[in-house]
């Protein structure tokens, strides 16, 4: 609040014109008659204290002047931002892992994911520069956004090559325009998945000024043990058995994709590497379809 206009007077005013302003405005508003003045009341003195005062009416007149040419100066800056950003009109995608077991990429399942990624900065909108900022003229390189260095030009490492420098950027987000925040996301895996298989949830990832959101795109991994292989719709599993045990002919008790109890016989006799086919009790496509278990029996 301008705190001559809120005296009514001029800002050439004398003592002697603030004095007679300011009795007029403290009658005017005093609490007294209206307990709603508080707020203006105290502004007004505020006001009458530091206009009556020589060196905080100068410290205030020069914060008022150069008030003035940061605001105006502030469009400068974000019109020329809104040009240089035209560019740039998507954020950056966020990679992201998840990890599933097998049964959930059979069944499809519902994952939810926290992560951090780069939001629009509240108090400037993105732009990095508030009313008190303002923009300063590259001392390092004169403007120019370029220095020379052994003969060859390159970015100015002080402005980064803009030129100019943005004093009192936003200081809700240093004049990055974009702060760091924690979200969470839920996401459906289909079944019948396959591992590394890529999720992209659309505007998922950092934002930008002026632009569209990036993705965030979530790898899916399986949390499976290593005798383990998923080959398509088929399940590839390895299954070491003592050699008395192979050579018996008996049956074995695994657990299957479902997490159910499955039972198999073992042919009698076994002495090498044996591969069993147990249909059925495979991975399945994403059009649904199941596949089989090949079992290899391992006799040690
Ligand atoms: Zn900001
Ligand atoms: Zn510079």
């Not at 005013?13 to 009795?23: D, G, H, L, M, T």
């Not at 220095?147 to 240093?174: A, D, H, Q, R, S």
């Not at 074995?252 to 016989?265: A, D, Q, S, W």
Request: hydrophobic letters at 30%.
């Amino acid at each position: 609040m301008d705190f001559y206009r809120l005296l009514g007077v001029p800002p050439s005013a004398s003592k002697e014109e603030i004095k007679r302003a300011f009795r007029e405005k403290a009658k005017k508003y005093h609490p007294d008659l209206n307990p709603e003045n508080q707020e203006i009341f105290k502004k007004i003195i505020e006001a009458y204290e530091t206009l009556m005062d020589d060196n905080k009416r100068k410290e205030y007149d020069l914060k008022r002047k150069s008030n003035f040419i940061k605001n105006k100066i502030d469009e400068e800056i974000r019109e020329f931002l809104n040009l240089k950003d035209k560019k740039k009109v998507k954020g950056r995608d966020i990679k992201k892992e998840v990890f599933i077991t097998l049964k959930e990429g059979f069944e499809g399942v519902y994952k939810k994911i926290s992560y951090t990624k780069k939001k629009i900065c509240p108090n400037c909108k993105g732009s990095g520069v508030t009313e008190n900022s303002f923009i300063q003229k590259c001392y390092t390189c004169k403007g120019v956004g370029k220095i020379k260095k052994w003969l060859i030009n390159i970015p100015c490492v002080k402005c980064k090559g803009k030129g100019f420098m943005i004093i009192n950027p936003c200081e809700y987000c240093g004049g990055e325009g974009l702060i760091k925040t924690e979200v969470e996301k839920t996401f459906y895996i289909p079944p019948g998945i396959q591992e590394n298989y890529l999720i992209k949830i659309d505007e998922g990832g950092n934002e930008v000024y002026k632009g569209l959101p990036g993705d965030l795109l979530i790898k899916v991994k399986f949390n499976k043990s290593k005798d383990i292989k998923i080959k398509g719709k088929d399940i590839y599993r390895e299954l070491k058995l003592p050699r008395e045990k192979a050579k018996a002919g008996e049956y074995i008790v695994i657990k299957n994709i479902k997490n159910e109890t499955l039972t198999i016989r073992i042919p009698e006799d076994i002495r090498q590497e044996t591969v069993l086919k147990i249909k059925g009790e495979g991975y399945k496509d994403i059009k649904g379809e199941i596949g089989d278990l090949y079992l290899k029996i391992i006799p040690i």
